[in-house]
Every structure is written in structure tokens, then in C-alpha cells.
């Protein structure tokens, strides 16, 4: 098979020219916008870790320029062209923003002696180059506070590369956050971290040869960097909207969003500036209520809730709105437009969705049925360039009906690889499925060709015309796609189904987030490695003694499942493991010899061979598991 990337076909061509006919190109206020208040751009704009490995490079986005090609949705290609704008930018005199050095923009605000980063991207070396640029071109300022909007990690995850533990531990810049933050910032980048950290490999296309045929930004950033992740814990936390705190001089308003964009999130009104930060609950796509990477289903109705408040709230007292994505909106009429459009297009999916579950139709029937009023499905920002309309509409189902959708046939399912061998027997045969799927790619029915395809390629993954054809139909469906990450997603399986899996260019439980695990969730993110089946005869218990904090923990395997209790216990542990809460995240580590725990400053006593055992039964996730092959 061929590496080689193909042109677009006839038919997707032909999209291109209706979606160029149906959207209204000719307004260019968002070129305006994303290009005001450009105070310099970095030049070449490619970061470099500590051991010269390029961890960004945005000068690889050059081709994104003029008119675009087949290959590329030509409303895909000009958020591209927007997101892609790369520098150093004024939002209003003391309000700054990097773009372009990461998935998402970091924010300067001035204060009287310093300046207050607002979210420090996804890496140290991102970060530190976006303050060396405000830096170069706004003076020698020291950073007096760092504020997370949320607790993604490409809002928190350059934090050392802004400001260090000692300076916030020594109380000289405070740490803002939402409450809940660390609890999930740590979570879920530990739980089902594995996975997600993979698939998210497919949804940013960080690993895709970049260009026309390949990977030209995911729509709400070009990409993520794939740098080092640290995290700062917060010292000061914001509960309650209407909460009021200063830093270096800047008085700052905040308004609680939970259960939103992120579980735990928050926006953040400058009433000197006249200035709203949105964080990522306004911004210029439609979000995601489930990305594809995976996570918890987002609440839509909360949401448009949310962002009513933040109308009534700030609307009368604010003359720009920005974001930790994408450029600002200027003007308090602008501003309340784009606010109420984003609120409304969350409610409108939210309520419509629910008003057909309740006339029986599925996830898949109310994505394939519904559509946006005329005045959201040509508003810029509401185009599902990161969430669309498609795969949200399922996520709402899902949030409220789950994965079932009644019909009984699909209650008991065979798995993929045993489906696939069925539909292939039942078809005449692999090569049988394969000329029909051609058919059907010749036709431009890609979704049926794929799914054809899919079947055989799961069935017989060494058929060497099934996997070419998939990778060539999931190609055209990439370029054909208008949400950024759909089409990453298509052209990773493209690309895997050729040249073999990339595995995981950016792991987000770095050591950082390990080392801000609570107890509770450390010992959960150990049971989750538990190999069941090989645990189900052990019966272990480990007493764990924290000395900082006088916690004691009781540890048992039983049936399979690692528990913890902090109640009394009634009888001696096989082992105690006594240390203190910053020594504890080591047991993540996996090496639970006692060489290695004491290295690590525990201190044992009893049967050190429970913790051999425990070791033996750990299974921990692979970072390279397949997606389009059995």
C-alpha cells in the first residue's frame, strides 16, 4: 500500500464549490478582528525543548494562505487562516494575549508592578516563549499571579514556564483557580487518561504530516504542543459568583461556571478594562459537548444558563470579550450579540434534541434530522469547526438516554471483530465487500463504504485492497469535513491503516500530575491498573500512615478490586507503609520493591511480598492500542 496522499475526487470537489456558494465568505469582520492590535509576530515561531526536539512549530501552517484547495473544506480552511494568526496582540491598553504558540492563547494582564498570566497553554516551553515575546516588546515585568480558567490542561499545563513552585510557595504570586480544579485537572488526566491521550492523537492530528492533504488545524487551535506538562496547585480558590479578588492592583469580578465547558470553570469581568475573559464557554466555533477524545458528556442546558448570567451579569459593563481561544470581539452591541448567539445555539440543541427523544427518535435520527435556525447556521462562530451539530446532538441523547436506544437488537451486540467476520460471510467474502464498497465510494456514499470496509478490514485486517480502500475513503472524508477535529480523525486512520500506528505525541499524566494525586485519588488510580481476573484468589491489605497529615489508610485486594477506608481497622495489615503525602505519589510509579520505596522515603514493616504481588497484578494502559484495526 501507498503512503502516498490522493487528490480529492470529483464529488468532493463539488462540495467544496456549494459549501463556497452557501456561506457568506464575504464578511471579513473576523480577518479584522484576529489581526487588531498585533504588536509583533515571533519570528521563525518554532519552540524547541531542553533536548532540541521541536515541540512547536506554527511556520508549519504557512501554506494556509489564498484560496483553498479541493483537498480542504473551504470553511474549514478559513478558520484555519484566522487560527493560525500568530503573535503578540493588545486587546485593550493593559490587556495582552500570545496567539498562535499552542493550542490555546495565554493572556497578560497588567498590574502595578508586574503582570497576571491568565491560562499558560499546554507546555513549560510554549509558555515560556509566549513571556519572553510580551516580555521583548512590553518591559521586564515579573509575574505577580497566575489564574486557570478551567481544568484542561491546555489552560494550566506551562505554569512553570511562567513562574515556579518556589515563588508561589513563598506567597509571591498567588495561584487562582475554580473550585474543584485540581480534582479534575488531576482526574482526568489519570483515570481514563491512557485513552484519552491517544485518541487525542487522532482529534489534534499532532502526528499528520502538515499541508493541503494532511492536518490543517483541529478549529478551535492549529494543534497542541507536545512539550512538558507541569501544574502549580492553586492557593486561592473561587467559589461563588460575584466573588471579588485583587492582584498587583488588578480587581477582577468572577462569575462560576461548573459543569460547562469543563467541570470546573469560571469567566472573569475587569471592571476597570471594561474587559470579560469568557474562558471557553464563549468562543468562535461550536464546542464540543463530548469531544472525541472522550470525557464526560457536557451539559448544554447549564451552559446556555450560564452564559444568560454573563449577559445580565456583564453585558452593560463591557466593551471587549476575549478568550483562551481564538481572537476578541470589540464593541458592547458585538460583544452581546456574540454572547447570545453562543447561549442560543447551546439552548437550541439542548431543547430540540430533548423535544425529539420525547417523539422516540434516536441519537443517530436527531443528528441526522435536525438543523440550526438560519440566523446560528450562518453565524461565523457558531460553525461546528470543534464540536458540531452532528456529534453533540448524540452527546445530548447520551447524557439523558445513554448508549441504548431502545431497540432491542442493538441490547446484546457481537463485538467488532466477530460482527465483521459475519458481515463478511454473509457478503460472499471479503473481496465481495470490498467491490461493493467501491461501488459505493464511486457513488460518493463514503459513510456506507466505510462502514463496509470497517467490517472486512476487522474481520481480515491483513486484506491488502480492504485496508486501501478504507484508508483512501476515510481520506475523502477528510477532506470533505468541516470540523477540524473530524478530519484529523479521518486522516489518523488514513495514516495508521498505511503506515502503522503513531501512538501518543503528547501524554498528559506528566510528573507533575501525578505529583498533585490526593491520596484518594492515587489509590483509585492504581485500582483502575488491577487486572481483575489475575487478582481474583488474592486478599491482600496494606495500612498506609501519612505523617504530615496523621491520615491513615487501610489498602485491601479482594475479588479482584483494590478498596480503601479510613475507618479504625479491626486487625493488623499485612504491611504498613508509613511516609508523608508529597513522598506517596511514588507508588504511582509502578516499582513497588522495597529498594525503590524506601529510595522514595518509605518505611515498611511486615510482609513486603503483598507489595510484589500488588505489583504483579498491575496492568497499566498501553499508549499505542489500535483504533481502525482489530
Not at 512547536?56 to 494562505?65: P, Q, S
Request: a negative charge; one cysteine or more; hydrophobic letters at 40%.
Amino acid at each position: 500500500m501507498t503512503s502516498e496522499a490522493r487528490p480529492a475526487q470529483l464529488f468532493i470537489a463539488r462540495q467544496q464549490s456549494d459549501v463556497r456558494a452557501q456561506l457568506p465568505f464575504s464578511d471579513t469582520q473576523d480577518f479584522d478582528d484576529a489581526s487588531r492590535g498585533l504588536l509583533a509576530s515571533r519570528e521563525p515561531n518554532a519552540v524547541t525543548a531542553e533536548d532540541g526536539r521541536v515541540v512547536w512549530d506554527n511556520d508549519t501552517y504557512a501554506f494556509v494562505e489564498g484560496e483553498a484547495p479541493d483537498t480542504v473544506n473551504p470553511s474549514l480552511w478559513r478558520q484555519s487562516q484566522l487560527v493560525v494568526k500568530q503573535g503578540l496582540f493588545e486587546v485593550v491598553e493593559g490587556i495582552y494575549q500570545v496567539r498562535g504558540l499552542d493550542l490555546s492563547n495565554v493572556t497578560f494582564v497588567e498590574g502595578t508592578t508586574g503582570v497576571v498570566v491568565i491560562d499558560p497553554l499546554i507546555s513549560t516551553q510554549t509558555a515560556a516563549a509566549a513571556l519572553a515575546l510580551y516580555r521583548e516588546h512590553r518591559g521586564e515585568r515579573p509575574v505577580t499571579g497566575v489564574i486557570y480558567t478551567h481544568s484542561h490542561v491546555d489552560h494550566f499545563g506551562g505554569v512553570k514556564g511562567v513562574t515556579t513552585q518556589e515563588d508561589v510557595d513563598a506567597g509571591r504570586v498567588p495561584v487562582l483557580a475554580p473550585e474543584g480544579f485540581i480534582e479534575h485537572a488531576v482526574a482526568e488526566n489519570v483515570y481514563a487518561g491512557t485513552a484519552m491521550a491517544r485518541r487525542a492523537a487522532y482529534m489534534y492530528g499532532a502526528a499528520l504530516a502538515r499541508g493541503p492533504r494532511g492536518q490543517v488545524g483541529a478549529g478551535l487551535g492549529q494543534t497542541t504542543s507536545t512539550g512538558t506538562i507541569s501544574l502549580i496547585a492553586p492557593t486561592v480558590d473561587i467559589t461563588t459568583t460575584g466573588q471579588q479578588e485583587t492582584v498587583d492592583g488588578v480587581r477582577m469580578v468572577f462569575q462560576m461556571a461548573p459543569d460547562t465547558e469543563a467541570p470546573s470553570e469560571m469567566l472573569i469581568h475587569f471592571p476597570g478594562l471594561r474587559a470579560l475573559c469568557t474562558a471557553e464557554d464563549a468562543t468562535h466555533t461550536l464546542h464540543n459537548l463530548l469531544t472525541l477524545r472522550g470525557a464526560v458528556v457536557r451539559d448544554p442546558h447549564n451552559w446556555s444558563r450560564y452564559l444568560t448570567e454573563t449577559i445580565d451579569l456583564f453585558g452593560d459593563e463591557t466593551d471587549v470579550a476575549f478568550a483562551s481561544h481564538h481572537w476578541p470581539t470589540w464593541g458592547q452591541d458585538r460583544v452581546k450579540e456574540f454572547l447570545t448567539s453562543q447561549r442560543d445555539l447551546y439552548g437550541y440543541l439542548h431543547d430540540q434534541t430533548l423535544r425529539l427523544i420525547n417523539k422516540g427518535w434516536t441519537g443517530t435520527e436527531i443528528a441526522e434530522g435536525l438543523k440550526l435556525p438560519p440566523a446560528l447556521e450562518n453565524a461565523w462562530s457558531a460553525r461546528g469547526y470543534y464540536g458540531s451539530v452532528n456529534h453533540d446532538l448524540k452527546a445530548i441523547y447520551q447524557r439523558y438516554m445513554g448508549w441504548f436506544d431502545g431497540n432491542p437488537a442493538h441490547l446484546w451486540q457481537h463485538t467488532p471483530v466477530d460482527t465483521g467476520t459475519r458481515y463478511v460471510e454473509a457478503m460472499g467474502g471479503a473481496d465481495a465487500v470490498v467491490a461493493k464498497a467501491r461501488e459505493a465510494f464511486e457513488a460518493a456514499d463514503l459513510r456506507w463504504a466505510a462502514e463496509l470496509l470497517s467490517h472486512a478490514v476487522f474481520a481480515q485486517p491483513d486484506h491488502a485492497a480492504a485496508r486501501e480502500l478504507l484508508a483512501d475513503t476515510y481520506e475523502q472524508l477528510g477532506y470533505g469535513a468541516e470540523n477540524g477535529t473530524w478530519r484529523n480523525f479521518y486522516l489518523s486512520g488514513t495514516t495508521e491503516l498505511r503506515d502503522g500506528q503513531f501512538g501518543t505525541p503528547t501524554v498528559t499524566a506528566s510528573a507533575d500530575i501525578i505529583d498533585n494525586l490526593t491520596p484518594p485519588l492515587l489509590f483509585d488510580a492504581l485500582a483502575i491498573q488491577i487486572n481483575g481476573p489475575e487478582a481474583w484468589d488474592d486478599d491482600l491489605t496494606i495500612d498506609v500512615a501519612l505523617t504530615d497529615t496523621g491520615d491513615h489508610y487501610r489498602l485491601r485486594l479482594a475479588n479482584g478490586v483494590l478498596t480503601y477506608t479510613t475507618a479504625p481497622p479491626a486487625d493488623a495489615a499485612a504491611v504498613t507503609l508509613t511516609t508523608t503525602t508529597r513522598n506517596l505519589p511514588a507508588l504511582a510509579a509502578g516499582d513497588l520493591s522495597p529498594e525503590a520505596l524506601a529510595a522514595a522515603g518509605f518505611e515498611m514493616d511486615g510482609d513486603t511480598s503483598v507489595l510484589d504481588r500488588l505489583a504483579a497484578v498491575l496492568d497499566p494502559g498501553d499508549f499505542n492500542f489500535a483504533i481502525v484495526t482489530p
